[in-house]
C-alpha cells in the first residue's frame, strides 16, 4: 500500500483554498463541495476515487438519521479513528443532531480544519466547539502515516 505523511494531505487539501463552492463537483480551482474536497484528495493521494458517489441533496435540514450514506461510505473507503484530532484526518459532521452526517472536511491541525462553505469556496476555518460537537467520524486515508 502507497504510504505518505499527515502533512502530504494538508498540503494538498490547502492547494484547494479557494476552490469556489460548486453542489456535488470535485475539480480543484473550479469547483467542488466538501464531499467533492474529500473525493479530490482520495484521487490525487491513492489514484482513484473509489466508487460515485449517489445523488445528495445540499440540504442540512434533512432529519432522517437512520440512512447514513455519508458514514457508510466513509467506513468503506477509509480507516476510522479514536482520540485526539490529528492533521491530514477527514472530519464528518452532523449539523443537526437529529440528521444524517453531511459534511465534511479535512483537518488541517488539531484546531483547524479545510472544508467547502456553501456559497463561498473551499476555506480554512477553526475547528470551535461548535464544530466538535457536531463531529460523527474520523477518518484516516488508508496509508496516511
Not at 484546531?111 to 464544530?131: K, N, T
Request: net charge neutral; charged share 25%.
Amino acid at each position: 500500500m502507497k504510504t505518505f505523511p499527515r502533512e502530504g494531505v494538508v498540503a494538498a487539501a490547502r492547494q484547494w483554498l479557494g476552490t469556489p463552492y460548486v453542489h456535488q463537483a470535485a475539480a480543484k480551482g473550479q469547483g467542488t463541495d466538501c464531499l467533492g474536497l474529500v473525493r479530490g484528495l482520495y484521487a490525487e493521494l491513492l489514484g482513484a476515487e473509489p466508487e460515485a458517489p449517489p445523488p445528495y441533496t445540499p440540504d442540512w435540514n434533512e432529519t432522517r438519521a437512520d440512512e447514513e450514506p455519508l458514514l457508510a461510505a466513509a467506513r468503506r473507503h477509509l480507516v476510522a479513528r479514536q482520540g485526539p484530532v490529528l492533521p491530514g484526518q477527514v472530519l464528518i459532521f452532523r449539523v443537526l443532531p437529529t440528521g444524517p452526517a453531511k459534511h465534511c472536511g479535512i483537518a488541517s491541525d488539531r484546531d483547524r480544519f479545510i472544508h467547502a462553505y456553501a456559497g463561498r469556496a473551499v476555506i480554512e476555518s477553526p475547528l470551535s466547539r461548535w464544530w466538535r460537537e457536531r463531529l460523527a467520524g474520523v477518518f484516516d486515508f488508508p496509508g496516511a502515516d
